[in-house]
């Protein structure tokens, strides 16, 4: 080997260098990084882990979101529905109470209107029976016996001639 240039000792020695410094390399420098690459591929498993979890809450709470979100639509559907319905109910009581109203205004003022027609012929019938005693008087250029008498008689008079102008 001296012919190569290589001398035996000092490649034994360097053997040796070489031999020691990988078993110190490999306690020192080898086992802890890769007890450091190990720990590091744990917490990515792990956060690997809790992100799947992440996600299934996510998901799991936009289920549920949705499902609230549902509920809630069909609570303010029937809600409109309701008021819809009384919205109805409540125009019907008021049109049925305005109809009623009318229907007794226009009773009341019939009435109104027949007492008042009632009370004109009244009147009128007196007017004109205080007219005809008049009239006869002047005629008979004197005043006639009793009062109550000749009111009687235009009365009678009066309920006769309604009675033949009436058929």
Do not use: C
Request: net charge negative; glycine share 4%; charged share 30%.
């Amino acid at each position: 080997m001296d012919q190569l240039g290589i001398s035996g000792g000092l490649l034994v020695s360097q053997i040796i260098n070489f031999l020691l410094l990988v078993v110190i390399l490999r306690l020192v420098l080898y086992k802890p990084v890769l007890n450091m690459l190990d720990q590091r591929k744990e917490r990515i498993a792990q956060s690997m882990k809790d992100a799947e979890r992440v996600a299934a809450s996510r998901q799991e709470a936009e289920q549920e979101k949705e499902q609230i979100l549902n509920a809630a639509r069909r609570e303010a559907q029937e809600v409109r529905a309701q008021a819809t319905r009384d919205a109805e109910r409540i125009a019907q009581e008021v049109q049925s109470r305005a109809e009623s109203d009318a229907t007794e205004i226009r009773m009341k003022a019939q009435q109104e209107a027949e007492k008042q027609a009632a009370a004109s012929l009244a009147d009128a019938n007196r007017e004109i029976a205080e007219l005809a005693i008049l009239a006869t008087e002047q005629v008979l250029g004197r005043e006639l016996a009793d009062r109550s008498e000749q009111e009687r008689f235009v009365q009678e008079f009066l309920a006769n001639y309604g009675e033949g102008n009436a058929s």
